[in-house]
C-alpha cells in the first residue's frame, strides 16, 4: 500500500504561482511513476504531468512551459510548480502514484482557484 498527502493548493490570481506537494509513504519502493492529475467541475480527470522513479517527465500540452513536475527522493516527495496560472487551470488537482504491476493510488485533492 502507498499513502500519498496533498499540499499546497489555495487561490491564486492569473499570471501566478502555486507549488503543490504530494508525500508519499508506506511501499514507496514499488512506485514507478508518480504524476499528478486534475479535475475540473463537470469534466473528466486529466493528466498534467509525471515523472518516472529515473526522472523522466511527462506534461499534458496545456502546461507545457508552465508547469514543472520535480521529485526529492530523500523526502519522498514530488513537486508541481505551477507558473503563469490561468482560469482554465482551476481544479481539484490529485497526486497519483502507479507501482510496478500498474495498481494506482490516489491523495485526497487539493483545490486549485485561479481568479481572472
Known amino acids: 500500500q502507498v499513502q500519498l498527502v496533498e499540499s499546497g493548493g489555495g487561490l491564486v490570481q492569473t499570471g501566478g504561482s502555486l507549488r503543490l506537494s504530494c508525500a508519499a509513504s508506506g511501499s514507496i519502493f514499488s512506485i514507478a511513476v508518480m504524476g499528478w492529475y486534475r479535475q475540473a467541475p463537470g469534466k473528466q480527470r486529466e493528466l498534467v504531468a509525471t515523472?518516472?522513479?529515473?526522472?523522466?517527465?511527462n506534461y499534458a500540452d496545456s502546461v507545457k512551459g508552465r508547469f514543472i513536475i520535480s521529485r526529492d527522493g530523500a523526502k519522498n516527495t514530488v513537486y508541481l510548480q505551477m507558473n503563469s496560472l490561468k482560469p482554465e487551470d482551476t481544479a481539484v488537482y490529485y497526486c497519483?502514484?502507479?507501482?510496478?504491476?500498474?495498481?494506482?493510488?490516489w491523495g485526497q485533492g487539493t483545490q486549485v482557484t485561479v481568479s481572472s
Open positions: 515523472i518516472t522513479s529515473v526522472g523522466s517527465t
Open positions: 497519483n502514484a502507479q507501482n510496478y504491476l500498474f495498481h494506482n493510488y
